[in-house]
């Protein structure tokens, strides 16, 4: 409901609803009151009128009776009566009645017969139509009642005898029964009365006119003596019925119209104080309501702005009661979030060595650059920064580092953004750069690097390698950008040209390695990783004593994918993080199947720098000896010597772990890398494999061969096993097994094959051995 | 004679009158009064022959006003004290009702009749007529306030004296309620 949305609202119309539903009550139980108030007043008055009322025709009654026989009693009138002469009763009967003001005057002889009557004075004797009356009055000595004449008219009569002394005849007076009359009765009883002739119309009313015309059309025969509603002319009475001689009766109406005024006029001061009540009530609640949902709002809209971001007002609501209180603690709650989202952005966007933002934040700065310019990414990678930081120590790495920033910094463009990637990686993004001004920030840059940095009194040679890529040459979005501006990073380094632009290097990433991590995922999931083993044959038995891993993709589309082809994009991506405990445990697998049919032989698998530097690598290790009941020195673990140098610290720790486990360690690729004879000495390392490209060449290099020469003797010297791997022909195997090489591996002596076709094999060559 | 009502209650004020049936009654010589005395016509019925003049002598300090309306004899004697000149002469026969305009109260009756034999009942419903000559009657019975005319009879008398018993029912005489003597000297 819209009405109950707001606070304001709902307390408004709560309070005035509730004030509205009294004041209804209250004016409903004044009208139902006054109601009955009415209703019960208006019935007392009928009893006391219709009680009053025969008391009030008796008296009249007597009254009529005393003057009729005073009148009677008049001598003149008797002695007049007395002469029997007709003229004279007639007149005498005229002048006297019209004394006491009687309509009709009557003289009846003492048998009943009308012999004088002052409306038909012509007309011969007759009976006296109102038996009853004298026979009452032969009974009592005098009558009265109420009559229906012939002349329509209704009457009050009285007969009294003319004593002269005894009784010589009746006289008989009528008072018309007309509006005077009830007018009289109405002021002596305070209602209204009305006289009807039982079916016939009004004969006397206190009624005005218009009333008298509505009683007539109203059908008042059903009244009696219950006192009973009555609506005459839209005016409301309460009405009774009286019996008024035998052929009238009497309706007495007491008006509700006072009564009902003073109730309407009680009513209109309560409506207009309820009305005023209510009017006072909804102003006065809205104002409360205001000073209560007002600061209310006032927080909302703080809720609001602090929901979108906006920290930079503050709660202005300064009121001293809880809603001030509420207030308060949401002050300090804005600051609060304030400053916590302050150190929360810094450390999402800043790189808290340098103080630099970080990838994030720089990828953030390119996408809100004008997507339809220019901008130029390039990545900058210290030289040598390893061999400083482990020789000085990380503190002072470190500080090196921050310098470096610093130095960078001061060499922004104004419209550029400097970020530190990771390690000793910095980025650069620069809008609206194109390759010539690139070469040239490229040149300033490289240059103020060869500036000796000083760190705690030492001054240190640092140099960097460039790599640039253009938007949207090169790509739109920022990891292509730095993968590319890396790329060519790389090649700078390996040039030692200093900088190297991305369109130099060459085209990018094949098409297909964008998608290649999507792939690989779905590769592991339909077991499209299969893994091939390479005998490794130890030359002086000539016998095969261990066997390789390697991965190989079975691409249901393109068929076998080479190693090269996916193997660096996955470490480089850290995909392979999710391949190798796949492999790992293959390689468990397969080597406690082939214990299993006694093929005793040690599976090496090859571990990349990242799998190294996994801190659950040992844990790993150890459930899938547990898991295969494999002895560790079933299992030998390969690790390129440039693995080992990335973290060379960790890279040992783990290591000795690993060696701890009883596992079998390789160093792979030996001599290709920078592997520093003392850090190799360190190693808790089994063998040594010569890296193949000494290998291929020892026909035709004598150096080479005087290198493989001396490694297998510095591997004896060191108490390792030496292997060769990439045994291309026989010459070469030869040399190596005069050499004193331990092991050989190679397509000489075999390809890679599949997990069955190995185990046939080396079934096969043992038929062979044996021989 | 006794004359009793239908239950046998003695009849106080009744007339009882012998009419010779044949020849004349000897005419009256006689005079009569009414009195007025104590507010009160002395004596309530008053029974005389034909041609009787009647006193109205006043006893009372206050004047009285009598009059009839009867057709036997209209008169009045207006407002008089002490015994008027002349007196009335009843020289009809019937019924007389007397009033005084003053005292409503005041009720007399005269009967006329046209014979010297009558006489009206006691307290004890007992009238003697005497001294009536032997021969045939008619016997008359009347009350002032005898409900319906009694029938004549007819009686032959001889020289003994005869008792009848005689049958007359009359209503009650209306007291009109007078105010106390000695109000104001009335």
Not at chain 1, 379 to 394: E, T
Not at chain 2, 104 to 109: I, N, P
């Amino acid at each position: 409901m819209t009405l109950f949305r707001t606070l304001e609202r709902r307390i408004a119309v709560v309070f005035v609803g509730l004030l509205v539903f009294v004041m209804l009550l209250m004016l409903l139980i004044v009208a139902r009151s006054g109601e009955a108030i009415i209703m019960a007043e208006s019935q007392r008055q009928l009893a006391a009128g219709a009680r009053n009322f025969g008391k009030l025709v008796d008296r009249d009654q007597r009254q009529l009776e005393l003057a009729a026989s005073v009148l009677a009693g008049d001598f003149g009138f008797r002695e007049a009566i007395a002469t029997q002469d007709r003229a004279t009763v007639h007149s005498v009967l005229r002048n006297h009645g019209y004394r006491i003001g009687a309509r009709v005057m009557m003289v009846l002889s003492l048998n009943g017969e009308v012999i004088a009557d002052t409306q038909r004075p012509d007309q011969a004797p007759r009976p006296f139509p109102f038996g009853e009356l004298l026979q009452a009055a032969q009974q009592a000595g005098r009558s009265g009642g109420v009559a229906l004449m012939a002349d329509g008219l209704l009457y009050q009569i009285v007969i009294v005898p003319i004593l002269a002394p005894v009784r010589v005849a009746w006289v008989v007076m009528g008072f018309p029964v007309e509006d005077a009359w009830a007018a009289e009765f109405a002021r002596v009883s305070g209602l209204d009365v009305s006289v009807v002739a039982t079916g016939e119309s009004i004969h006397a009313s206190s009624l005005l006119p218009e009333l008298r015309g509505a009683l007539e059309k109203t059908p008042w025969t059903m009244l009696d003596e219950q006192p009973r509603p009555l609506t005459l002319d839209d005016r409301n009475y309460h009405a009774v019925a009286l019996p008024f001689g035998p052929q009238a009766r009497v309706l007495l109406l007491h008006s509700l119209e006072p009564s009902e005024a003073v109730f309407r006029e009680l009513e209109r001061i309560l409506e207009i104080i309820a009305a005023s009540g209510i009017a006072l009530f909804v102003v006065g609640s809205f104002g409360l309501a205001r000073r209560i949902a007002g600061p209310v709002n006032t927080l909302a809209k703080a809720a609001q702005r602090i929901e979108a971001g906006d920290y930079s007002h503050a709660v202005a609501v300064t009121a001293p009661d809880e809603i001030g209180q509420l207030a308060a603690s949401f002050e300090s709650m804005r600051t609060g979030i304030a400053a916590r989202e302050l150190k929360i952005i810094r450390l999402a966007y800043e790189d808290t060595l340098t103080g630099l933002p970080n990838r994030t934040r720089l990828a953030e700065h390119l996408a809100g650059l004008d997507p339809t310019a220019t901008a130029m990414v390039a990545v900058l990678d210290l030289d040598r920064f390893a061999p400083i930081n482990d020789a000085l120590g990380h503190p002072v790495g470190d500080r090196l580092l921050q310098q470096v920033g610093e130095r960078l910094a001061s060499l922004l463009p104004p419209q550029g953004m400097l970020a530190r990637l990771w390690g000793d990686e910095f980025a650069f993004v620069v809008a609206g750069a194109a390759d010539e001004s690139a070469r040239d920030f490229a040149a300033r840059l490289l240059a103020a690097l060869r500036e000796p940095i000083e760190v705690d009194g030492q001054k240190l040679d640092v140099s960097g390698s460039l790599g640039i890529a253009f938007r949207p040459a090169d790509g739109r979005d920022m990891d292509t950008l730095l993968q590319r501006a890396e790329l060519a990073m790389y090649a700078a380094k390996r040039r030692q040209c200093g900088y190297a632009l991305a369109e130099d290097i060459g085209a990018g990433p094949p098409p297909e390695q964008l998608s290649m991590i999507g792939e690989m995922r779905e590769a592991l999931e339909r077991r499209e990783f299969v893994l091939y083993y390479q005998p490794k044959l130890a030359l002086a038995s000539n016998r095969v004593v261990g066997a390789e891993a390697l991965l190989r993709w079975q691409h249901p589309q393109r068929g076998l994918v080479p190693p090269g082809r996916f193997i660096p994009f996955a470490e480089q991506t850290g995909f392979i993080r999710e391949i190798t405990p796949w492999l790992l445990g293959e390689v468990a697998a397969q080597a406690a199947a082939w214990r299993e049919r006694g093929i005793w032989v040690v599976v090496s698998a090859n571990l990349s720098a990242r799998d190294l530097l996994n801190p659950d690598l040992v844990g790993l290790m150890r459930d899938l000896l547990d898991v295969h009941q494999l002895p560790p020195s079933a299992l030998c673990l390969e690790i390129t010597e440039s693995a080992l140098m990335e973290d060379p610290t960790l890279a040992l720790a783990h290591l000795a772990e690993l060696a701890a486990l009883g596992l079998k360690l390789s160093i792979d690729d030996y001599g290709a890398g920078q592997a520093s004879l003392s850090y190799l000495k360190s190693l808790p390392v089994h063998e040594l494999k010569i890296d193949q490209s000494f290998i291929g060449s020892l026909a035709t290099s004598p150096k080479d061969a005087a290198i493989v020469r001396s490694t297998i003797a510095l591997g004896h010297a060191l108490g390792l096993t030496v292997v060769a791997e990439g045994i291309e022909g026989e010459a070469d195997l030869d040399w190596l097994a005069a050499a004193g090489c331990d092991i050989g591996q190679g397509y000489f002596i075999s390809r890679p094959m599949a997990a069955p076709a190995f185990a046939d094999w080396i079934l096969a060559q043992a038929v062979t051995c044996n021989d | 004679m006794t004359v009793k009502t239908p239950a046998g209650a003695p009849v106080k004020d009744a007339a009882v009158v012998l009419e010779p049936t044949s020849g004349t009654a000897p005419p009256a010589r006689q005079r009569a009064a009414i009195e007025q005395r104590g507010r009160e016509f002395i004596p309530h019925l008053t029974i005389v022959q034909k041609g009787t003049a009647i006193d109205f002598p006043n006893h009372d300090p206050f004047k009285h006003h009598v009059y009839s309306f009867s057709p036997a004899k209209v008169f009045e004697i207006k407002l008089y004290a002490g015994k008027p000149a002349n007196p009335v002469i009843f020289d009809k026969t019937g019924a007389v009702a007397l009033g005084c305009n003053i005292h409503d109260w005041m009720e007399a009756h005269v009967l006329v009749v046209d014979t010297p034999w009558f006489a009206k009942t006691g307290a004890n419903g007992v009238a003697r007529i005497e001294r009536v000559p032997a021969g045939a009657y008619r016997l008359r019975l009347w009350h002032p306030r005898q409900k319906a005319p009694a029938a004549d009879s007819s009686v032959d008398l001889g020289g003994a004296m005869r008792k009848l018993d005689l049958t007359l029912d009359v209503t009650p005489r209306v007291i009109v309620p007078r105010p106390p003597v000695d109000a104001g000297g009335y």
